[in-house]
């Protein structure tokens, strides 16, 4: 008997698929928010697709915005002016099909639901909102106005990662009932980074957790019950995180996170049969370990497009293209159920974000 698969295999990784910068419909025309290194390195994988066009990128000041566009080839730079915010006058320009937004995480749903408000659809960087209302309007908006939504969680559309999905569906490891997953690094500490400003939404949780947590639920699903530990900082953020998710079949996942400790950043799924590893970082693995308990150890590895992100970026095209308003393989349940995790770990710990104050626009 096979297993359940948690998270459905997308296209573009599928046996005999082709490269995922190859052509599948009508050219999007994409909109860049903010310009830091997470948008430089998707911009690349954009750059690389038969079928999208640089459009527009925005940030906060001229300089900034005119000079990203240089270097990427954008057709057009917006930036704040005459109290008009960039992003604001990005989302005005006819021409923008679909828009990715890098900027801190306090700041996406604001800049989500304007994009969504003027027509257009989003990929939006992980994690979606800071806390689950916010998700669940974004969705609402989504829904009304017919636009696709994704969470960019990128790991979900890795070759590497549907392997594994795939491996337990064959039964090779038997029933799964153990998941260790840990993702860190020491961030030096800056109040006025991303990482470390409350006010952004910084911390471990909302920044990291969101990968070792995609392995727990791809190979056993959502949790019944979530326990956690967190050291919390004078600022009010998370530097550290240990959660542990507990299953009425009896497995358990233990998932930690931190910015303050150098990890092996690495995913151990165990089973009845045997188990498997991930090579590092387990966010963009393109190696695995599979030890059968009867049998020899193998290593497989995966070829990668350019940076990795074109999986997900073909994804969204091609949903956006078929018509589709959210993704089979990024729900926007999974998106939904995924805040509400993180929600119910900061109400243990004891993180509370500005957002979480503010009333949601209906």
């Not at 025309?29 to 994988?45: K, L, Y």
């Not at 260790?180 to 109040?191: E, K, S, T, V």
């Not at 969204?316 to 349940?333: D, F, H, K, N």
Request: proline share 6%.
């Amino acid at each position: 008997m096979t297993a359940v698969q948690h998270i459905p295999t997308p296209p573009c990784v599928q046996p005999g698929a082709p490269s995922p910068v190859q052509s599948t419909g009508r050219t999007l025309r994409w909109g860049v928010v903010a310009t830091g290194n997470i948008a430089e390195r998707v911009t690349e994988d954009i750059a690389r697709l038969e079928d999208a066009v640089l459009q527009a990128v925005s940030s906060r000041r001229q300089a900034t915005a005119e000079d990203f566009a240089a270097r990427f080839g954008f057709a057009s730079s917006y930036y704040d002016a005459d109290d008009v915010a960039g992003y604001d006058r990005l989302f005005a320009d006819p021409d923008v099909d679909v828009v990715y937004i890098a900027s801190p995480h306090a700041q996406h749903y604001r800049i989500a639901r304007r994009a969504l408000e003027a027509g257009k659809h989003v990929l939006c960087e992980k994690s979606l909102t800071i806390n689950a209302r916010e998700t669940e309007d974004l969705i609402e908006l989504a829904r009304s106005r017919d636009l696709f939504l994704m969470e960019a969680v990128w790991t979900r559309f890795l070759p590497c990662i549907n392997r594994i999905w795939e491996l337990i569906a064959s039964g090779e490891l038997g029933d799964i009932n153990w998941v260790q997953a840990d993702l860190g690094f020491p961030a030096p500490y800056d109040p006025a980074s991303r990482l470390w400003d409350p006010a952004a939404g910084g911390g471990a949780l909302l920044d990291l957790t969101v990968y070792p947590l995609t392995f727990a639920l791809g190979a056993l699903g959502y949790p019944e019950t979530v326990h956690a530990v967190g050291s919390i900082n004078a600022d009010g953020v998370d530097t550290q995180n240990a959660l542990t998710l507990g299953y009425a079949s009896g497995a358990l996942a233990q998932l930690t996170s931190s910015l303050v400790s150098s990890c092996p950043r690495t995913a151990v799924i165990s089973g009845t049969k045997g188990w498997l590893r991930t090579g590092s970082p387990l966010h963009n693995p393109v190696e695995l370990t599979i030890v059968p308990q009867a049998g020899e150890a193998r290593v497989e590895r995966f070829p990668q497009v350019g940076n990795g992100y074109a999986y997900e970026l073909r994804e969204v095209t091609r949903c956006i293209q078929a018509g589709l308003v959210e993704s089979p393989t990024m729900t926007w349940a999974d998106s939904l159920r995924t805040m509400r995790i993180f929600d119910a770990v900061r109400a243990q710990i004891g993180v509370l974000y500005t957002n979480d104050k503010a009333s949601v626009p209906r």
